[in-house]
T-cell receptor, first 112, second 112 residues
Framework: SQTIHQWPATLVQPVGSPLSLECTVE??????LYWYRQAAGRGLQLLFY??????ISSEVPQNLSASRPQDRQFILSSKKLLLSDSGFYLC???????????FGEGSRLTVL | KNQVEQSPQSLIILEGKNCTLQ??????????LRWYKQDTGRGPVSLTI?????NTKSNGRYTATLDADTKQSSLHITASQLSDSASYIC???????????FGSGTRLLVRP
């Protein structure tokens, strides 16, 4: 069966520090991978989308970046965090565009 | 503009009671509609996924309906349990698009 792992679960970082959130999927190959951010009381916002290794689509201009160094690995990064980067980050995967979306457990980022 | 609106924003019911959550959407061309359950601090988990031709779909005590003509969906929860306390998110997918349109969710609290 397929599983998705995301870490760290919680992170407290000072403004200006770097960020790295990692997500891996097991039990499937060539999944579509996504990074979402969820602000309190609001819907999920798509940040990045990837259909394959090295292929990243960015949805929202920001100081975040994503990389897909391996087929089932998706990394969300920042060189310098801003206060506004605080939020709940969710990695997800799907099998094709219309396939069901499976989410990781989320990473709570607090920037102080 | 593609949008998904959910109501009510929050709901409190007593254990054992039924409730219905609403979702209206303006996404075109429509592909499918999904309901997710998200426990606090966790990733969303899929409850149902419905295509244009499906009017009703059940998953245990959860029953989703879809009226593609009026662009409305509902999620009915029968005989609520304390573990039903969560946010319920309506998500609509457009054809030929990887982008999902998320509602902001209905926060349900089931009290003993």
């Amino acid at each position: 069966s397929q599983t998705i792992h995301q870490w760290p679960a919680t992170l407290v970082q000072p403004v200006g520090s770097p960020l790295s959130l990692e997500c891996t999927v097991e039990g499937t190959s060539n999944p579509n991978l996504y990074w979402y951010r969820q602000a309190a009381g609001r819907g999920l916002q798509l940040l990045f989308y990837s259909v394959g290794i090295g292929q990243i689509s960015s949805e929202v201009p920001q100081n975040l970046s994503a990389s897909r160094p391996q087929d089932r690995q998706f990394i969300l990064s920042s060189k310098k965090l801003l206060l506004s980067d605080s939020g709940f980050y969710l990695c997800a995967w799907s099998d094709g565009e219309a396939g069901e979306l499976f989410f990781g457990e989320g990473s709570r980022l607090t920037v102080l | 503009k593609n949008q998904v609106e959910q109501s009510p924003q929050s709901l409190i019911i007593l254990e054992g009671k039924n409730c219905t959550l609403q979702c209206n959407y303006t996404v075109t061309p429509f592909s499918n509609l999904r309901w997710y359950k998200q426990d606090t601090g966790r990733g969303p988990v899929s409850l149902t996924i419905m295509t244009f031709s499906e009017n009703t779909k059940s998953n245990g005590r959860y029953t989703a309906t879809l009226d593609a003509d009026t662009k409305q969906s509902s999620l009915h929860i029968t005989a609520s349990q304390l573990s039903d306390s969560a946010s319920y998110i309506c998500v609509v997918s457009a054809k030929s698009s990887y982008k999902l349109i998320f509602g902001s969710g209905t926060r349900l609290l089931v009290r003993p």
